[in-house]
C-alpha cells in the first residue's frame, strides 16, 4: 500500500468531455452545460454536446406517426444547435452535437459515450424534494454505470433549496 506521506499531489486534467443535456429541463441543465462550457474553453479540450429524443415519453399514436417523431426530432435538432452555438460563442473551439433516440441513460452510457470516448461526462439533475437529497433516476444510472468520470451539477435553485434546508 502506497504511503501517504510519500504521495505527491499531481496534475489532472481532461482531454474530451461530454455535456448531456436533457431538452425538456433547462433549469437542470444550465449549469451543467455553464461547467462543460467552462472546463472545455480552459483547457482547449473537444466538447460533445448530446441530447437524447425520449421515446418512451411518446404515447402509442405519437409514437405510430412519422410526422409527429419528425417534428420533435427537428424541435430537439434545432435546441441541440442552439447549445453547441453558445458553446462557440463562449469559447469552446472544438464542438460536436450528438443526437441519440430511446431511453436518455441507456443510450448515453451503452452508445454515446463509446462513440465519442470522453474522459469526463458532466450531466444536471434535479433534487427530490424531502429530507433525503437524492438525484434523479437517469442521472443515477449514468454514474453508475458510465466507464468515465461523471460529475453531476445541480442548478441555483435547487442549490438554493438545500442550503436554506441545511441552516435549519
Known amino acids: 500500500m502506497e504511503d501517504l506521506a510519500n504521495y505527491q499531489v499531481s496534475t489532472m486534467h481532461y482531454s474530451r468531455i ?19 462550457c467552462t472546463v472545455a474553453k480552459v483547457y482547449n479540450i473537444p466538447l460533445a454536446v448530446t441530447m437524447v429524443l425520449e421515446t ?22 434545432r435546441d441541440l444547435n442552439i447549445y453547441c452555438d453558445k ?7 472544438d464542438v460536436t452535437p450528438i443526437l441519440a433516440e430511446g431511453s436518455p441513460s441507456h443510450e448515453i452510457v451503452e452508445t454515446v459515450i463509446p462513440d465519442f470516448r470522453p474522459d469526463l461526462l458532466v450531466i444536471g439533475s434535479e433534487t427530490k424534494p424531502g429530507k433525503r437529497k437524492t438525484i434523479g433516476t437517469q442521472a ?4 453508475r454505470y458510465a466507464p468515465c468520470s461523471v460529475i453531476i451539477v445541480r442548478s441555483d435553485a435547487q442549490i438554493a433549496r438545500m442550503l436554506k434546508d441545511f441552516e435549519k
Open 18 to 36: 461530454m455535456i448531456a443535456v436533457d431538452d425538456d429541463d433547462f433549469v437542470s441543465s444550465r449549469r451543467a452545460f455553464d461547467y462543460a
Open 56 to 77: 418512451g415519453d411518446l404515447n402509442i399514436f405519437q409514437s405510430l406517426s412519422p410526422e409527429t417523431i419528425e417534428t420533435r426530432r427537428a424541435e430537439i435538432t
Open 87 to 93: 458553446a462557440r460563442e463562449f469559447g469552446v473551439t
Open 140 to 143: 443515477a444510472y449514468i454514474a
